[in-house]
């Protein structure tokens, strides 16, 4: 009895290992191919029609998906918080369906991000914002009626923050917020939240800008009397 215990706990434990090792790290993309491309870790693809779209619409000609069945999804697992989950899609003589990108926080319960009813005739680039707390997004044909969805190009990034430095604090004028190193090109966001009890905490953005590749400086103009947490995040588009 003790041997047969240990061996269901050992594979268990072998599962949960291989579960853990099954997960993105962020950014993740894949461009393509998709049927018969190699996923990356972290990512499932299930029921992929072929051949692959051509021309794809990410324009690296490696091919879009075919998404043709009730049930066709791609799937990526990932293991911590995302900003942005960017994508192509496009409806070929899609009618009567649904096409949901949805999101999770355990990959049992799923919430919709956005539906298609009506997928873009021609490919569209989307971007949403994943939840903070959620470590699985999916595309999946929800329920087929006539034609089929071309998915391409799909982004899953990172939500970075920045060590800020805050150089001055002051009630009823303006907080300002330094951040020591910024890069050139991208985005930084200044926010704000007056409680971190609740899960997720709700941050407020009050200012941005552009790196420098050096200093920033971030302002909260109305500051409030009350207290304030402030974070810096890097927003690049
Ligand atoms: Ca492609
Ligand atoms: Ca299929």
New binding site residues.
């Given amino acids: 009895m003790r041997t047969a215990k240990g061996g269901a706990i050992g594979m268990l434990l072998a599962l949960a290992a291989q579960a853990v090792f099954a997960q993105a790290t962020l950014p993740t993309v894949h ?4 049927q018969y491309g190699v996923p990356p870790a972290g990512w499932t693809f299930s029921g992929l029609g072929g051949p ?1 779209y051509l021309p ?9 998906a075919k998404l043709d069945g009730t049930g066709d999804f791609i799937e990526i697992a990932f293991n911590e918080p995302a900003s942005q989950l960017s994508f ?1 899609i496009r409806g070929l003589t899609f009618a009567g369906g649904i096409f949901t990108v949805e999101e999770s926080t355990n990959g049992v319960a799923w919430t919709a991000l956005q539906t298609y009813a009506d997928p873009p005739t021609n490919a569209a680039f989307q971007v949403l914002t994943p939840s903070p707390a959620a470590r699985f997004v999916r595309f999946i044909y929800t329920s087929r009626g006539t034609g089929n969805v071309g998915i ?2 799909i982004t899953l990034l990172k939500e970075d923050f920045v060590q800020p430095v805050i150089s001055g604090a002051t009630y009823g004028g303006t907080n300002s917020i330094s951040v020591l190193e910024t890069v050139l090109g991208r985005t930084y966001v200044l926010e704000y939240t007056r409680g971190l009890d609740a899960v997720p905490a709700l941050w407020t953005p009050v200012d941005s800008d552009a790196g420098t590749g050096g200093g920033l400086v971030l302002q909260d103009l109305s500051p409030t009397n009350a207290a304030r947490f402030y974070r810096v995040r890097d927003a690049t588009p």
Avoid: F, R
């Fill in positions: 461009t393509g191919p998709w692959d794809d619409y990410d324009g690296i000609n490696d091919g879009a192509w391409d190009g």
